[in-house]
């Protein structure tokens, strides 16, 4: 059957390119998983952030981002973001942001949210260009910002821009 050859090859290539990610992955300590290179991340997440807080401090706590570590297609990544607050009139979360290291356009999400909401917390799908960093940014109603951060190893990226 023609082509089979070059199908199998590039199968190869793809499972070793996943083999070792993982092992990269699992080899490293787990502070080295929460700190990237300053540029891949001034590059996209920073100013997207601070353009969205307006300069304001985002502190980590009160947000769980919940993403697969591994995930076998990026078009359609299941995310999970909950936010620890009592939803009510005086003290509620206005909004979820989520960014993207990566993908073309680094804002991915945003969710707006009331005390009517019932409770700070979203499931959905996201796509994914590759392997990267994600980061959900919670508005709470006191005007102060909250995050939490996830890498998703992604093995078939989605997203791509056609370079």
Excluded: Y
């Excluded at 023609?2 to 083999?19: E, I, T």
């Excluded at 959900?136 to 005007?143: H, K, P, R």
Aim: hydrophobic share 45%.
């Amino acid at each position: 059957m023609p082509g089979a050859d070059s199908f199998n090859a590039r199968v190869d290539r793809l499972r070793r390119r996943f083999l070792a990610r993982a092992v990269a992955v699992a080899a490293a300590p787990l502070p080295l998983l929460f700190t990237r290179s300053a540029s891949a991340q001034d590059d996209t997440i920073v100013p997207a952030i601070r353009e969205f807080t307006k300069g304001a401090a985002v502190r980590r706590g009160r947000v769980k981002l919940e993403l697969p570590r591994l995930a076998d297609n990026g078009n359609s990544v299941a995310l999970k973001v909950s936010v620890s607050s009592p939803m009510t009139a005086a003290d509620f979360v206005r909004g979820i942001h989520l960014f993207s290291e990566k993908n073309p356009r680094p804002v991915i999400a945003r969710f707006f949210l009331g005390p009517q909401s019932g409770r700070a917390e979203v499931n959905t799908r996201i796509r994914l260009a590759g392997t990267q960093r994600v980061v959900a940014v919670a508005e709470l109603s006191d005007g102060s910002f909250w995050s939490d951060v996830a890498d998703v190893s992604v093995t078939l990226s989605a997203c791509l821009d056609g370079t």
